[in-house]
């Protein structure tokens, strides 16, 4: 009697906030336990040329801490591809101007099955202004979408991304 007097005080939003969270743990538990399930990092790319780049080096990083695999979800290409203002087109070039750039694209399948039971929590579709270890160092699958800013993501690849990041070959 005493539980239900404590669950009926709290809000419906707190109720079904549990809820949500212990379906979508369960929901992963048994999708992680499926045939041919193999954990991954999606990240979700859009924008311009340097939004790419950045989501890119992000992913790069991600892969390097985590150690687990990352592909990118290209659908935003196909579906809207305009500029927050509704007015020029963003199309996908990352991998056409850097040639030494390897982008692994995310099947529908697990861009779907990812973004319902594997969205990490923030930013959704917002701005990640602070470095998150939690983010980069996790074992988990998970999809990440949103924008991250922060300098941390990037600086430990120098080397590598101005590599990958140049176009000179291009000219030899």
């Known amino acids: 009697m005493e539980i239900l007097i404590k669950i009926k005080n ?12 212990g379906f979508s743990s369960f929901s992963r538990k048994i999708i992680s336990m499926m045939p041919g399930f193999s954990p991954q990092v999606i990240l979700m790319m859009d924008g311009g040329l340097g939004s790419q780049m950045m989501k890119y080096a992000v992913g790069r990083e991600v892969e390097r801490i985590s150690g687990l695999p ?3 979800d290209l659908s935003w290409f196909d579906k809207s591809s305009r500029d927050c203002n509704g007015i020029y087109n963003r199309t996908y070039r990352i991998d056409r101007i850097f040639p030494k750039i390897n982008v692994k694209k995310a099947t529908t399948r697990d861009i779907i099955l990812y973004k319902l039971h594997f969205r ?7 701005i990640e202004w602070e470095y998150n270890e939690v ?5 988990q699958a998970r999809y990440l979408g949103g924008y991250y800013i922060n300098a941390q993501y990037v600086d430990k690849q120098g080397d590598r991304l101005r590599d990958e990041f140049s176009i000179w070959s291009l000219f030899i």
């Open 70 to 72: 990352v592909s990118f």
């Open 10 to 21: 709290y809000p419906k939003s707190a109720l079904l906030r549990v809820y949500e969270k």
């Open 120 to 126: 990490y929590p923030f930013p959704s579709e917002g």
């Open 135 to 139: 983010m980069m160092s996790s074992r």
